[in-house]
């Protein structure tokens, strides 16, 4: 009688895992939230933004995603604030396998970033070209381009965690004098180090 219950049990937890991972590859789409900390290295700050990710995954390798994040911090130092805050959007793709209940991949998503105008005037130095914070002080939207790795966990069929970290470019507006004291004609590039965690459901 034994025997019979322990082959039964056996039976119905491998009935069980082959149920959930064929739930887990029929799930194409995820939808989920996310807490993100960027560090600039041309401001030399820390912002904290929340924000939503929706993805397509119309293979088990390859997925497609959108995302869009808020910082509602205000941007540059206490009374010479020259950003109210910034919205992200990012759309691209990640490659990786599934692995049992974990997914490493590598993603690539350009997109764009939105300074919101200066919440109060600053003062700015009369040269050519002007301090970055003075170009952005009026708003600006910049090309972004999100490049990095990360993992997503399934500890259900239906439901992931993620983790992610990479280099997001931003591609700021010129003339211009970064942060640096060298002085851009044209626009430039500058790194930011990105990460991210969010959860969310399949479907």
């Given amino acids: ?7 039964f049990t056996i039976a119905f937890v491998l009935l069980s895992w082959e149920r ?8 194409r789409f995820e939808a989920g939230g996310q807490l993100t900390f960027v560090t600039s290295s041309e401001f030399d700050t820390t912002d904290a933004g929340f924000g939503a990710r929706f993805s397509w995954n119309p293979s ?7 995302e869009i994040t808020f910082y509602p911090e205000d941007l540059g130092i206490a009374d010479a604030e020259f950003s109210g805050g910034s919205v992200e959007g990012l759309f691209g793709v990640t490659v990786g396998p599934v692995i049992g209940r974990v997914r490493p991949f ?21 040269i050519f070209p002007p301090p970055l914070s003075c170009t952005l002080a009026a708003g600006a939207t910049d090309f972004a381009l999100d490049i990095g790795a990360g993992l997503e966990l ?3 069929a239906r439901m992931f965690v993620r983790l992610d970290a ?3 470019m931003l ?14 004609e044209d626009a430039f590039f500058s790194n930011d180090f990105r990460f991210a965690i969010g959860a969310g459901e399949r479907f």
């Fill in 1 to 7: 009688m034994s025997r019979v219950t322990v082959t």
């Fill in 20 to 27: 959930a991972a064929a739930q887990r590859d029929d799930s």
């Fill in 60 to 66: 088990a390798v390859i997925g497609a995603e959108a």
């Fill in 106 to 126: 590598g993603k690539v998503r350009p997109g764009f970033v939105v300074f919101q105008e200066a919440p109060n005037p600053i003062p700015c130095i009369l």
């Fill in 154 to 156: 399934f500890p259900t």
């Fill in 166 to 168: 990479s280099d997001r």
């Fill in 171 to 184: 591609r700021y507006p010129g003339p211009a004098l970064s942060s640096d004291g060298v002085a851009h």
